[in-house]
């Protein structure tokens, strides 16, 4: 089983001020988790699209328990490859995030689109999703749990970032509505939208990957 996680959040900043932003986010006081970040491929297409591709090291603190089971030199760094891509024209950015290294321990997928208001076109729509597994029999089910409430908590960590950026950039802080509570999805919808991620980082790894990709997958 896959643990998922959906949510949608307006945000009341134009789309271009939070593209902006997340180039900047870090650091900043609420991700002191994050310690580097890198850009390995950068490239704007015949469609002005801009194509990039980073690698970001986080600190990947175990819970207590976690501590009693798993090998205490098991690194506390996980590396994260994360693929975007900037469409100026139609006013979307989307992002493709997934962890390198501990993937037997847990996998987390995330992709997040940020839209242009079509209601409110000074407003961004902020979608994000997530799939969390685990391939450590007998112990998945806890794995993924902590997985999803970490993943969570990072992520209204993540908002509070942006926002951050944005109120030092423009002043006052922009307000941020959440749309929707989290969701759990199951069955076949939840797999097809996983397998719908999947494939569509995969063609997007693929397009920004320059001639030697076992670099950097």
């Not at 704007?44 to 990947?60: C, E, G, M, S, Y």
């Not at 922009?174 to 929707?180: T, Y």
């Amino acid at each position: 089983m896959v643990k998922y996680f959906f949510n949608e959040t307006d945000i009341k900043s134009t789309w271009d001020h939070v593209t902006s932003a997340f180039w900047q986010r870090y650091p900043n006081p609420f991700s002191t988790h994050v310690l580097t970040e890198d850009v390995v491929f950068r490239e704007v297409t015949a469609d002005h699209q801009l194509r990039t591709r980073r690698l970001l090291t986080k600190t990947n603190r175990l819970p207590r328990w976690a501590e009693n089971i798993f090998p205490t030199n098991l690194s506390r760094c996980v590396y994260i490859l994360e693929d975007s891509v900037v469409d100026p024209v139609n006013k979307s950015f989307t992002t493709y995030t997934w962890n390198l290294n501990h993937t037997t321990l847990m996998t987390v997928r995330e992709r997040c689109v940020f839209q242009q208001s079509e209601e409110w076109p000074l407003c961004t729509e902020i979608k994000r999703e997530a799939w969390i597994s685990s391939g450590i029999y007998g112990f998945s089910r806890p794995i993924q749990e902590f997985g999803l409430a970490r993943f969570k908590s990072n992520q209204v960590k993540a908002m509070k970032g942006l926002e951050h950026v944005l109120a030092n950039q423009h002043g006052a802080p922009p307000h941020w509505l959440l749309r929707d509570p989290v969701k759990d999805a199951s069955g076949k919808a939840k797999g097809a939208a996983m397998s719908a991620a999947t494939e569509k980082a995969k063609s997007l790894a693929s397009a920004a990957t320059p001639h030697e990709p076992s670099q950097y997958v």
